[in-house]
């Protein structure tokens, strides 16, 4: 059976300028409430943190990746959602491997340990740290005009989510997918990120110009459970630019008024359009403490803390990988009965 051709549209993502934020607040707000409430992604521009800084975490990130594996395998990947993986994120949406390596580094206690011996790489965990400062800083920014959208005190999600106590659990990663081979083709199914949503509250991404392959399906309009079979709209790389996507966890803190969006990222396939090169991107993900009570002013979810509402997503994302590799399975098997 030939592989079901993806469909694209044009669309335009809202561009958000932050600039002259103090004065601008409700202007701002305005044009936030209203890109949550229908495609849940948005790109900042005028945010505050310089191109160079971006460009030097960016720098900062592939002196990480250079480093043999070996020395990166000093800080795997554990389940307080830190550290180093290679090849080893299955999506529930294609039952396979992304075709990356990402490591991820928070600021308070799930981090112990994690942190690579600053010989190794000298100067990393401060540059990271202030790196995610910057992003914390604009993050804020959001989660004052979403607290307004909510009618939250302005400091609601900024207390939920204060990456000074120990109980946080945001998480910037960085992400590194592999050059590929033009000569070899794709075999079906793989992607340097296949099909999700983010679990967190609201995701920022850092993009570098010219690696392109991110591709979202705006909120309102998924319409399947992974994304598949829906119409993807591609995201070019603008300099500067941060391009954010509404997680399930303000999803659900809004009572599904704002809209988590899928996205991914493809493998290349087409020389003529695609990019081959080696992509780098860096992800906030800002995710609030595990102390605290996540529940909509509409009360339309029981109320859950934080450590309940991560740990409910990594399983609901477990249950669902299970599912589809069982199915896989299947299919497989048909094939080769069918073929005796
Ligand atoms: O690398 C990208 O552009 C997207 C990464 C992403 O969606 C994720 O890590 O959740
Ligand atoms: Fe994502």
Not at 166 to 182: A, G
């Amino acid at each position: 059976m030939a592989p079901e051709q993806t469909k694209y549209a044009e669309r335009s993502i809202p561009k958000i300028s932050l600039h002259d934020f103090a004065n601008r607040i409700d202007e701002v707000t305005a044009q936030l409430i209203h890109a949550a409430e229908t495609d849940g992604f948005f790109g900042l521009v005028n945010h505050g943190i310089a191109l160079a800084d971006i460009e030097a975490m960016f720098d900062t990130s592939a002196s990480f990746f250079a480093l043999p594996d070996a020395t990166k395998a000093k800080v795997p990947f554990t389940t307080k959602n830190a550290g180093w993986e290679k090849n080893a994120q299955i999506r529930p949406s294609t039952g396979k491997a992304d075709q990356k390596e990402s490591y991820q580094m928070q600021f308070g206690a799930n981090m112990a340990g994690l942190w690579l011996p600053d010989e190794d790489l000298p100067g990393f965990q401060a540059k990271s740290l202030q790196f995610m400062r910057q992003a914390q800083g604009v993050s804020e920014k959001l989660m004052v005009c979403f607290a307004r959208g909510l009618g939250f005190a302005d400091d609601f999600f900024v207390k939920a989510h204060d990456v000074s106590r120990p109980e946080t659990q945001t998480v910037l990663r960085l992400l590194h997918y592999f050059e590929v081979d033009k000569t070899v083709p794709v075999p079906e199914g793989y992607y340097r990120a296949g099909a999700h949503v983010d679990w967190d509250f609201i995701t920022l991404l850092f993009q570098r110009a010219g690696q392109s392959g991110l591709e979202i399906c705006p909120g309102r309009e998924a319409s399947t459970g992974f994304g598949l079979g829906d119409t993807w709209t591609k995201v070019e790389p603008a300099p500067g630019e941060i391009i954010c996507n509404i997680g399930d966890m303000l999803m659900s803190w809004s009572d599904d008024r704002f809209k988590s969006t899928f996205h991914r990222v493809k493998t290349p396939s087409d020389p003529e359009v695609d990019y081959y090169g080696p992509r780098y991107s860096l992800a906030y993900f800002n995710q609030p403490c595990t102390d605290v009570e996540i529940q909509g002013p509409l009360k339309k979810y029981p109320m859950v803390t934080g450590a309940e509402f991560t740990r409910n997503a990594m399983q609901r994302n477990f249950a669902a990988l299970k599912a589809k590799q069982e199915a896989l399975a299947e299919l497989k098997k048909s094939a080769i009965d069918a073929a005796a």
